[in-house]
């Protein structure tokens, strides 16, 4: 009802089910074609030790932040209106709440349009292997990816988009279906333009796509199927090769925000969906960025909203 999503609980989960089998798959082949042999959890292992420095960390998500602009721009995947995004080290006081990495949007009633996007480099006060530790989880293959779902064509693009219609509702009113869902199909609509590089990005891009789609299967699990914490956590260690600590903190944040895991992976699906959809009622004259555009132009509003205004009720 949140989402104003009509899929029911055992469909979800079946999605989720199968979603995570079609990425296991890709995710072998990839891993045979960069590093024949290597099974392919070994190969993130083997590749996350490609990382910046702490100092240079910032300045590299910016690099990649402005390629991911560029690229929109030149191949007119959307409108960019203008609103900069500022890539900043975390201040002081927020470094507890952001250990990693965070996007903050403009409000959508600011006069000023900048969105921030806040890294957190580890300290001098870490020990190395501390450093090494945190270092690792920003990986030089997965910038790019990462870039392009928090700054363009992902959240800032989306919430610019938001905050300049003239409807108080499509300013406001959100669902991580349609904003999560937004960021995560933007990851996959760029590697089908050719926005990746080197084959290792398009890697951790499909890696990433695997996650969401754990997420849906322990989503539903845990709150409509009986599933235990403990069987959650084993089951992220198993599919995804995660720490246990990383696995307890994310299936912690799935006991405490019911149906939001699940938003990215289906929210994905859902545009997917619309845009074959668009493009069938549109023929020869469809345009990826006239259907972006479109999207964009409703905000955060559930998926099936959308299809309502566009007249593509299912």
Same mark, same amino acid.
């Given at each position: 009802?949140?989402?104003?999503?009509?899929?029911?609980?055992?469909?979800?989960?079946?999605?989720?089910?199968?979603?995570?089998?079609?990425?296991?798959?890709?995710?072998?082949?990839?891993?045979?074609?960069?590093?024949?042999?290597?099974?392919?959890?070994?190969?993130?292992? %083997?590749?996350?030790?490609?990382?910046?420095?702490?100092?240079?960390?910032?300045?590299?998500?910016?690099?990649?932040?402005?390629?991911?602009?560029?690229?929109?721009?030149?191949?007119?995947?959307?409108?960019?209106?203008?609103?900069? =995004?500022?890539?900043?080290?975390?201040?002081?006081?927020?470094?507890?709440?952001?250990?990693?990495?965070?996007?903050?949007?403009?409000?959508?009633?600011?006069?000023?349009?900048?969105?921030?996007?806040?890294?957190?480099? +580890?300290? $001098? &006060?870490?020990?190395?292997?501390? %450093?090494?530790?945190?270092?690792?989880?920003?990986?030089?293959?997965?910038?790019?990816?990462?870039?392009?779902?928090?700054?363009?064509?992902?959240?800032?693009? &989306?919430?610019?988009?938001?905050?300049?219609? $003239?409807?108080?509702?499509?300013?406001?009113?959100?669902?991580?279906?349609?904003?999560?869902?937004?960021?995560?199909?933007?990851?996959?609509?760029?590697?089908?333009?050719?926005?990746? &590089?080197?084959?290792?990005?398009?890697?951790?891009?499909?890696?990433?796509?695997?996650?969401?789609?754990?997420?849906?299967?322990?989503?539903?699990?845990?709150?409509?199927?009986?599933?235990?914490?403990?069987?959650?956590?084993?089951?992220? *260690?198993?599919?995804?090769?995660?720490?246990?600590?990383?696995?307890?903190?994310?299936?912690?944040?799935?006991?405490?925000?019911?149906?939001?895991?699940?938003?990215?992976?289906?929210?994905?699906?859902? =545009?997917?969906? =619309?845009?074959?959809?668009?493009?069938?009622?549109?023929? $020869?004259?469809?345009?990826?960025?006239?259907?972006?555009?479109?999207?964009?132009?409703?905000?955060? =509003? +559930?998926?099936?909203? *959308?299809?309502?205004?566009?007249?593509?009720?299912?």
């Amino acid at each position: 009802h949140e989402h104003a999503l009509q899929a029911t609980a055992p469909e979800l989960w079946r999605y989720g089910q199968h979603l995570a089998g079609e990425v296991t798959a890709e995710l072998e082949a990839v891993a045979h074609a960069i590093a024949p042999g290597v099974a392919w959890p070994d190969l993130v292992d %083997r590749l996350r030790g490609t990382h910046p420095t702490s100092e240079e960390l910032v300045g590299a998500y910016a690099r990649e932040m402005e390629r991911a602009r560029r690229f929109v721009e030149e191949r007119g995947l959307a409108t960019v209106p203008a609103g900069p =995004l500022d890539v900043i080290e975390t201040p002081p006081f927020l470094k507890p709440l952001i250990p990693y990495a965070a996007y903050q949007p403009p409000g959508p009633f600011a006069d000023d349009r900048t969105g921030w996007f806040y890294v957190t480099p +580890p300290g $001098p &006060q870490e020990d190395p292997g501390t %450093r090494e530790r945190i270092l690792r989880d920003h990986c030089v293959h997965e910038l790019a990816s990462t870039a392009l779902h928090e700054g363009y064509p992902g959240h800032h693009l &989306q919430f610019l988009h938001a905050q300049a219609q $003239p409807r108080t509702v499509r300013r406001l009113i959100g669902t991580p279906l349609t904003i999560e869902g937004w960021a995560l199909y933007c990851e996959e609509m760029m590697g089908e333009e050719g926005f990746y &590089q080197r084959p290792e990005e398009a890697f951790f891009q499909r890696l990433h796509l695997l996650w969401r789609a754990v997420r849906v299967v322990l989503d539903v699990r845990l709150h409509t199927a009986g599933m235990s914490v403990e069987e959650a956590v084993q089951f992220m *260690m198993d599919r995804l090769d995660l720490a246990r600590d990383s696995a307890e903190a994310e299936v912690r944040r799935y006991c405490c925000e019911p149906a939001n895991a699940l938003c990215y992976a289906v929210g994905r699906r859902e =545009l997917i969906r =619309l845009r074959e959809d668009w493009r069938q009622r549109a023929g $020869p004259g469809f345009a990826l960025r006239k259907f972006h555009d479109d999207v964009l132009s409703y905000g955060g =509003l +559930p998926v099936s909203l *959308m299809r309502w205004g566009m007249g593509l009720r299912e």
